[in-house]
C-alpha cells in the first residue's frame, strides 16, 4: 500500500469539502474494492475520505411507495431488515448472496453502486426496479446512473447518499455466480412496478448493467416463465472469459431471467 | 485400552493454540532489529536480463541493500538443487538447467526473482523495489507443454535441447505390445491432469537472522522439513556449515508438499542477512504465493488398457508428458516418475504395464510434489481407464474392478511395487453397501422427473506411503535416505519429551505421537511434549511427506520407546531386587516378578536419575533413548471411494448428492484425525476436479493469479461425507499404521469425472469439470444422442 491522508469529515459538507480539496483524494464507504485495490498498490489514493463518521447515512425507512436506504447502509443490515423484507424480500436475498459475511459486513450499497463494478449485484436491482438515487447535489434516475464500466453519473466531489426503490408489485434477482469470486457471472433482475415490467442484467457485459427489451414486451404481457422461453439472447457484444464464454453468457441470461420470475411469483 | 492411547478419538491438544491466535509462525516472529525483505520479480515469462539498475532505489529511503544474482555468485552461494537424479530411457543422466536463487542473465517464468531489496520498513522496501530498472529483451514464451518439444520453439535452458528434461520409461514394453496385439478390447483415452496451485493458508515466510558473535545463522521459515533444509543449505548451497546453522520451522499453516521445496527468498534471506547485518524477514504475499510457490500435477497422457474376451485387463499402455515449469524444484523430477508409474496397476491384477514419460521445461512456475505427488495422476489414469473399460464393455463399474482386483497377497506388480497386504474386494462390497447401490437406478429416475441428471462414479485407489527403504529410493536416483529419527527424553519425574525428526504443520502430532506415547508408558497426554521442527533440539530428520510420518516417524518414536522401556525395566529390577528379566511393565506400573512389589512409572524414571540402587559402571544414570528407523517396504493405504453427482443441465451446475469413502489405513492412532485428513483430501481432489484452473495465457502470463479467479474449494461445494474404514494392518512397520494424508486427494478426482461422465453419458470432458465445461458437454450429449 503507497501511503496515503485520512480524513474522516462528520458532515456530508465537510466531505464534499474535502474532496475538493485534495486532487486525488477518494471516497471510502465499505472498502471492499478499494482498499483491496490499493493493498495491490493498484490504485493510489492521495487522500482517502472516510464517509462512516457521517451520521443518518445507514438507514431503511419506508417513505410512501418506496423504500428509502441509506447509501452507507451495509448489505448485512439490508440482509437483515424487517423493513426491506416485509417491502421488496428479493433484495435481501440479493443482499445476503453478495460476497462473504465478512464482505457483507462491511460493504455497502452505496459503495458498490458508486464503484460500478460491472459484475456488482445491486445495479441490476437498481436499474429493474428504477430506483431513484439521491446525493448532496441532486437526484439522479437509474436510467441515467450507469455509464459503463466503473463509471456512473457522479460528479466530482458528488457524494450518493440515498436510494429510494419504487415498492414493486413483485422482484426478485437470479444469479449465476462466479465460482471463485462469487461475483455476478450473470445475474438477472426483474421488476413487476406500477411503471411496467423491467429486467436488468448484470455480470455479462463489459460495461455493466444493461436492459433487455424483449424479455420485457413478453413479460408485460404475460409475467410468467413461459414467456421468457422463445427469447434467445444475442452473444455479442456479451463478455468472454476463463468462466464464461459469450454464448454461454447469453444461455445463462434467459435461464437466469427465468428463474427469476419464477421467484418473484413464488 | 486407555482413553488416550491408540484408536481413540482424543481432541487435539495443539487446537487451543491455534484456535486462540496463540499459534507461532514465522509471520508472528519478530527479531530485534529485523528489516523486511522485498523481491523485485520478472513480468516476463522469458526475457535475457541486459541491465539491472539499482541506483535509484538504492537512494530510496529506508533502503539498507539491494543485491542481485551477481552478488550472490560472488559469494559462491550455489543454485537451488534437484534432489533426485533420473535417467533417460538411453541412459543419460537428466538434463538440468542451473537455477539460480536470483536470476543471472535470463528470467524464465513471471515471478522469477531477479533483486531483493532490503530495507527498514516493508513499505519502504516496496517503494524502492519499484524503482529497480530492469532492462530485459523479452524472449518468446514456451508455455503449452504439448509443444514445448516441437523444434524452432525458445530454448529455456541452454542445457536442455528441445525443452526436455529427461524421457523415461518404466516397464516392459515388449511384453504389452505383445498383449496389445492378442487382446480382444482396447480402452484409451487423452488425459490431462490439470495443473494444481497450493495455496496453503499461511504463505511461505522466512527469517535469516546471523549472529556475529558465533558466527552462526538462525532461519525461520515455513518448512515440512527443516533438517532437509539445513542439509541443502550448507552442503549445496554453501550459507554455512550444518554446526553454524540452525533451522527453525515453528507452526506452520498447511503445505501439502509446497513446503518441502528449498526455495530460492529462504535461501536469500538467509544470506543477506550477513549483508546488512540485521536479521532480514520475508513473508509472501498471496499473490506471490500464487506466482512463485512450486505448483502441481500438469500432465498430458495418453493411456490404453488392453482387455482379454472375459474383461480381464492383460496390459496397461501409457504415454505422459509432463510439465516441470521453468526450473527443476527439489524433488520435482521424482513426482512423474517413481512416484507415478509405479501405481499404475492401481488395485489390479495386471501383467504388463509400460509407461514412458516425457518430463518437459516450459515458461512457468515449477512444479512439484502437491498432495499425492504423483499417485494422483497416476490413480486417475489407471480409474477412468478401468471405468471406460467397464462402460464400453457393457459391465457394471464395481463388478468390473472386483474381476480385476489382485486377492491374494503379497503381489509383485511389473513396475517395481511389492503390495504387502490388502482386502480391495472387502473395501469395495463395503463401499456399495454404504452408497445403497442397488437403489441408484431409482434415484437416477427420480432426478430425471426433475430434469436433473444423475450419475455414479467409482475409484478404487492405491496409494504408496512412507517411501522406503533408503537404499532403494536410492537406488532410483533420490540424493536422500527416507529414515525417520526420534529421541524419547524421560524426565526425572517421568514426564517425557519426544524429539521427532517429522514436522506438524496441521497434522496434529503433537496429539497423535503422544497418544502413542501413553499407550506405551501408560501416562497421560499433559506428562508428553512432542518437540520437533528445530535443528538445535531434534538432531536430523526427514521429515513430513508422502503420508509418511505415522508409518515412519511413530515407528520411530516406537523404536525408541522400545529401548527406553528395556532400560526401565533394568533399573526396575535393581530397585525391586528381582532378575532383570523379571520385571512386567503394564499400564504405567512396573511389577517384580514373584513379588509383591511394584513401582510407578515416575519412580523408576527418578530412580534411573538418582542412580542409588545400581551399580553405574553396569548401568548408565538417566533415561534418554534415540532410535533410527528405515523402514523395509513402503506401505500401501487403499480404498474405495464412491462420488453421486446431480447435474442441472440448464446450467452445467454439478452438485455433489453423497460421498462415500471406506479407506483401509491400517492402523488408525486417532480416527477423528484421520476422519479429517480424508475429508480435506476429498476437498482438494473436489477441486481439482471441478473448481482448481491454472490458466497461464500464451505469453506465459498467470491469468488465475488470485482467488478472484482461482476457485479453491469451500464447504458449500461439499457434501456431508460418509467416512468408514476397513483394516488389514501394515505387516512391515510393528504399529500397522499405513498412512493417509493423500489418500482423498488421490482418490477422489477420478470418482468425481467418473460419477460427471456417467451423468453425461459420454467420456469427453476434462478437469476441472466448471459449469461451462459441463453444460458444453451436456450438449454434445444431446447432440451425440441425436446423431444415433
Known amino acids: ?266 | 485400552m486407555s482413553a488416550t492411547g491408540i484408536g481413540q478419538s482424543v481432541r487435539r491438544v495443539e487446537d487451543f493454540r491455534f484456535l486462540t491466535g496463540s499459534g507461532q509462525y514465522v509471520a508472528d516472529i519478530n527479531r530485534a532489529a529485523q528489516c523486511h525483505a522485498v523481491f523485485v520479480r520478472s513480468p516476463h515469462a522469458h526475457a535475457a536480463i541486459k541491465k539491472i539498475d539499482t541506483d535509484k532505489a538504492a537512494k530510496a529511503p529506508g533502503v539498507l541493500g539491494i543485491f542481485t544474482g551477481k552478488q550472490l555468485a560472488a559469494d559462491k552461494i550455489g543454485p537451488l538443487i534437484c534432489g533426485w537424479m533420473i535417467h533417460s530411457k538411453d541412459g543419460s543422466p537428466m538434463k538440468a538447467g542451473s537455477h539460480p536463487a536470483l536470476a543471472l542473465d535470463k528470467v524464465r517464468y513471471v515471478g522469477d526473482h531477479v533483486a531483493v531489496v532490503v530495507a527498514e520498513t516493508l513499505n519502504q522496501a516496496h517503494d524502492a523495489a519499484e524503482l529497480v530498472h530492469v532492462d530485459y529483451d523479452v524472449l518468446n514464451a514456451v508455455v503449452d507443454v504439448a509443444t514445448a518439444q516441437q523444434p524452432g520453439k525458445a530454448q529455456i535452458h541452454e542445457q536442455a535441447p528441445h525443452n526436455t528434461v529427461y524421457e523415461w520409461h518404466l516397464g516392459d514394453k515388449a511384453a504389452v505390445d505383445a498383449a496389445f496385439a492378442k487382446a480382444s478390447h482396447v480402452t484409451k483415452l487423452e488425459i490431462a491432469n490439470n495443473r494444481l496451485i497450493p495455496n496453503a493458508i499461511e504463505p511461505r515466510a522466512a527469517i535469516g537472522e546471523y549472529d556475529r558473535g558465533s558466527g552462526g545463522y538462525t532461519l525461520y521459515t515455513t518448512s515440512q522439513n527443516p533438517h532437509v533444509a539445513r542439509l541443502v543449505l550448507s552442503a549445496f548451497n554453501g550459507i554455512a556449515p550444518e554446526n553454524k546453522l540452525r533451522v527453525i520451522a515453528p507452526d506452520v499453516g498447511g503445505a501439502f508438499g509446497s513446503k518441502i521445496f528449498i526455495y530460492a527468498e529462504e535461501l536469500v534471506c538467509l544470506w543477506a542477512t550477513r549483508k546488512v547485518g540485521r536479521p532480514v524477514k520475508w513473508v509472501a504475499d498471496r499473490s506471490e504465493a500464487f506466482l512463485a510457490d512450486a505448483h502441481g500435477r500438469d500432465h498430458l497422457t495418453v493411456a490404453e488398457a488392453a482387455m482379454d474376451e472375459t474383461g480381464k485387463i492383460l496390459a496397461v499402455r501409457v504415454k505422459t508428458k509432463a510439465n516441470l515449469g521453468a526450473y527443476l524444484s527439489t524433488f520435482s523430477s521424482s513426482v512423474p516418475t517413481y512416484l507415478y508409474a509405479p501405481l499404475l496397476s492401481g488395485q489390479y491384477d495386471i501383467a504388463a504395464i509400460y509407461c514412458e514419460v516425457d518430463a518437459v521445461y516450459t515458461n512457468t512456475a515449477p512444479v512439484d510434489a502437491y498432495r499425492g505427488a504423483g499417485r494422483p495422476e497416476a490413480t486417475f489414469v489407471i480409474e477412468r481407464l478401468v471405468e471406460v473399460a467397464a462402460r464400453q464393455l457393457g459391465r457394471d463399474p464395481a463388478e468390473f474392478r472386483m474381476h480385476n482386483f489382485i486377492s491374494s497377497f503379497p503381489h509383485q506388480t511389473p513396475v517395481i511395487m511389492a503390495y504387502d497386504v490388502g482386502d480391495y474386494a472387502g473395501c469395495m462390497k463395503r463401499a456399495l453397501e454404504l452408497a445403497d447401490y442397488g437403489d441408484f437406478p431409482k434415484r437416477k429416475a427420480f432426478s430425471k422427473k426433475s430434469g436433473k441428471l444423475r450419475g455414479i462414479g467409482f475409484s478404487a485407489y492405491i496409494e504408496a506411503c512412507g517411501i522406503a527403504p533408503s537404499k532403494a529410493v536410492g537406488s532410483l536416483g533420490a540424493g536422500v535416505g527416507l529414515w525417520e529419527s526420534a529421541e524419547v527424553r524421560v524426565n526425572p519425574v517421568g514426564t517425557v519429551e519426544v524429539l521427532t525428526g517429522s514436522h506438524s504443520h496441521g497434522q496434529g502430532h503433537e496429539t497423535t505421537f503422544a497418544q502413542l506415547v501413553s499407550q506405551r508408558l501408560g501416562i497421560p497426554l499433559e506428562q508428553i511434549s512432542i518437540v520437533h521442527g528445530d535443528t538445535d533440539k531434534v538432531q536430523m530428520g526427514m521429515g513430513s511427506y508422502g503420508s509418511r510420518s505415522g508409518a515412519v516417524g511413530m515407528t520411530a518414536v516406537d523404536k525408541a520407546l522400545d529401548k527406553v522401556v528395556a532400560k526401565a525395566k533394568k533399573v526396575a529390577a535393581r530397585c525391586m531386587e528381582v532378575a532383570d528379566d523379571g520385571v512386567d511393565f503394564r499400564e504405567g506400573v512396573f511389577f517384580g516378578a514373584g513379588t509383591n512389589k511394584s513401582m510407578a512409572w515416575g519412580e523408576v524414571a527418578l530412580a534411573a536419575y538418582v542412580a542409588h540402587k545400581f551399580d553405574t559402571a553396569e548401568i548408565e544414570p538417566g533415561l534418554k533413548e534415540g532410535a533410527f528407523y528405515d523402514p523395509k517396504n513402503f506401505t500401501f493405504p487403499a480404498g474405495v471411494h464412491i462420488a453421486e453427482v446431480e447435474i442441472d443441465p440448464e446450467t452445467g451446475v454439478t452438485r455433489i448428492d453423497r460421498w462415500i469413502a471406506v479407506d483401509d489405513f491400517g492402523t488408525v492412532i486417532n480416527p477423528m484425525i484421520v476422519e479429517g485428513q480424508v475429508h480435506g483430501g476429498i476437498a482438494q481432489g473436489v477441486g481439482q476436479a471441478m473448481l482448481e484452473r491454472t490458466v497461464y495465457d500464451s505469453e506465459g502470463q498467470l491469468i488465475t493469479g488470485s482467488y478472484m479467479d482461482y476457485c479453491m474449494p469451500r464447504a458449500s461445494d461439499l457434501p456431508s461425507f460418509v467416512v468408514d474404514m476397513t483394516s488389514t494392518p501394515c505387516p512391515s512397520n510393528p504399529l500397522g499404521i499405513k498412512g493417509c494424508g493423500e489418500a482423498g486427494a488421490i482418490a477422489s478426482p477420478p470418482a468425481l469425472i467418473n460419477a460427471i461422465t456417467d451423468a453425461l453419458g459420454h467420456e469427453d470432458i476434462a478437469m476441472p469439470a466448471t459449469p461451462q465445461a459441463v453444460w458444453r458437454a451436456v450438449k454434445a450429449s444431446h447432440h451425440k444422442h441425436a446423431a444415433e
Open chain 1, 1 to 266: 500500500m503507497y501511503a496515503f491522508d485520512y480524513r474522516r469529515p462528520s458532515t456530508l459538507a465537510e466531505a464534499e469539502q474535502a474532496l475538493s480539496a485534495v486532487s486525488g483524494a477518494r471516497l471510502l464507504a465499505g472498502g471492499q474494492s478499494l482498499i483491496p485495490a490499493m493493498k495491490l498498490r493498484l490504485n493510489h489514493p492521495s487522500c482517502i475520505v472516510d464517509l462512516r463518521g457521517i451520521a443518518g447515512l445507514n438507514s431503511i425507512s419506508r417513505k410512501g411507495d418506496a423504500l428509502v436506504i441509506g447509501a452507507m447502509t451495509t448489505h448485512a443490515e439490508i440482509a437483515e431488515s424487517a423493513e426491506v423484507n416485509g417491502t421488496i424480500p428479493g433484495l435481501v436475498h440479493l443482499a445476503d448472496g453478495i460476497g462473504d459475511p465478512q464482505v457483507r459486513n462491511r460493504g455497502t450499497i452505496g459503495g458498490s453502486l458508486a464503484n460500478n463494478d460491472p459484475a456488482a449485484d445491486y445495479p441490476a436491482a437498481v436499474l429493474a426496479l428504477g430506483a431513484t438515487l439521491k446525493t448532496n447535489r441532486r437526484s439522479i434516475a437509474s436510467d441515467d446512473f450507469f455509464k459503463g464500466l466503473f463509471t456512473t453519473a457522479l460528479g466530482d466531489a458528488e457524494i450518493l447518499t440515498e436510494i429510494a426503490f419504487p415498492i414493486p408489485n413483485r422482484f426478485a434477482y437470479a444469479k449465476f455466480g462466479n465460482p471463485a469470486s462469487r461475483f455476478a457471472i450473470v445475474g438477472v433482475a426483474v421488476a413487476d412496478t406500477a411503471a411496467g415490467v423491467r429486467v436488468a442484467v448484470t455480470g455479462a457485459r463489459d460495461n455493466g448493467v444493461f436492459r433487455v427489451a424483449a424479455m420485457e414486451a413478453a413479460l408485460a404481457k404475460s409475467f410468467a416463465p413461459e414467456s421468457l422461453t422463445r427469447i434467445d439472447v444475442d452473444p455479442s457484444g456479451l463478455a468472454s472469459d476463463i468462466h464464461a464464454d459469450a454464448d454461454y453468457r447469453a444461455h445463462l441470461i434467459g435461464v437466469m431471467a427465468r428463474r427469476a420470475v419464477k421467484a418473484a411469483l413464488a
